[in-house]
């Protein structure tokens, strides 16, 4: 759109992700759950991290990570979340910056510290997040710059920040900025602890007309609809958002709109390394192709370009040029 500064801006979790190898025996002495993902304190993050091997350290979070996949294919991206004034906080900062995404949002005291995810990859590419929220669930209203808002496309919003009571009260009222400005509104339901916690809450928001892109996963979608097939849980969603894009892993994507289903297949892979940031990395080339204009089964493509390239490697940021991936697949 001509009148707009930025395609999307994102408010989610700013999280410092540490990604390392690990193996089977490391996660049981750990006592932890293969390919789970679990809220830790902040001594558990330190004892963790301690024990854990070297890993590498990034910018991350879920909307993080879909804004920098964003600024990767060349779309202007802006991002809305709290670090500490720490260590892991500059390391945010910089990071998502050094990505081409703007960052504004004021840090926050020393403590709590700024939000990690501790990521032990296996060899089957099984990720175990053990994550620590800390400074992240302190954004609040005061924290949402309402101008950047009413100058982006898209409100870009992920269901993890949805727990904590004050950042769930900012993220009310961007959705309120934006559609007063007449800019879409996306939301990523993101877990299915997220949708099992706040089922209530997601479904208001999309039965009352707040949400125009909706994105889920084909489990957190059935467990949205409490139903239980991929079809039962598309039938309930079709017309309750402009545009419902829902994933299926190895078996591709549907995107519901206007009273038509588009249907792509899963890109191949020649092997599956780690899938932190598949769904997010998906996200950001739909939004994309949307924003350029593209149709939707060119834009759910993008999106499969881009989950299939962040797979393929280890980390949830692109290792190699995401727009020369579309332009040889898409011409």
């Known amino acids: 759109m001509s009148d707009t500064r930025f395609d999307v801006v994102a408010i989610g979790n700013a999280i410092v992700d540490v990604i390392a190898r690990a193996d089977d025996a490391f996660l049981e002495s750990e006592g932890l759950t293969k390919g789970s993902m679990r809220l830790i ?19 991350g979070g879920s909307a993080a990570n879909t804004v920098a996949g ?21 390391v945010f900062k910089h990071d998502i910056r050094a990505l081409g995404v703007s960052y504004e949002t004021p840090s926050g005291p020393i403590d709590p510290p700024t939000a990690r995810c501790l990521i032990l990859v296996t060899e089957d590419a099984q990720r175990t997040m053990n994550t620590f929220l800390g400074a992240s669930q302190n954004l609040a209203s005061a924290d949402i710059e309402e101008d950047i808002i009413r100058s982006s496309a898209i409100l870009y919003l992920e269901g993890y920040l949805w727990d904590p009571e004050v950042p769930r009260a900012a993220m ?17 339901l993101s877990d299915g602890f997220c949708v099992d916690r706040h089922r209530g809450d997601f479904r208001a928001l999309i039965e009352g007309g707040q949400i125009d892109i909706l994105f889920a996963n084909e489990d957190e979608a059935m467990s ?26 190895e ?12 249907t792509i297949s899963a890109e191949p892979v020649d092997e599956v ?5 598949a769904g997010d990395l ?3 080339g739909v939004l994309v192709g949307m924003a350029q204009g593209k149709s939707m089964t060119e834009s759910l493509t993008m999106g499969a370009i881009c989950a299939a390239e962040v797979i393929s ?14 332009a040889q697949r898409l011409g």
């Not at 330190?46 to 890993?55: A, F, K």
């Open 172 to 188: 009310r009222n961007a959705i309120d900025v934006a559609r007063a400005a007449g800019r879409k509104v996306a939301f990523t």
């Open 224 to 249: 949205l609809t409490q139903t239980d097939s991929f079809e039962d849980a598309a039938n309930w969603l079709e017309g309750k958002a402009e545009t419902v894009v829902l994933t299926r892993s």
């Open 41 to 59: 304190d902040a001594a558990e993050a330190t004892q963790l991290y301690d024990r854990m091997g070297s890993g590498q350290e990034t910018s």
């Open 313 to 326: 490697h280890y980390g949830a940021r692109p290792a190699t040029d995401l727009k020369e991936l579309i």
């Open 70 to 90: 964003i600024a990767a294919l060349g779309g202007k991206a802006s991002f809305i979340g709290r670090v500490a004034n720490d260590q892991l906080g500059q």
């Open 273 to 277: 390394v780690d899938t932190t940031g």
């Open 282 to 284: 998906f996200a950001a």
């Open 251 to 262: 078996k591709g994507a549907t995107a519901l709109r206007g009273g038509e289903r588009f």
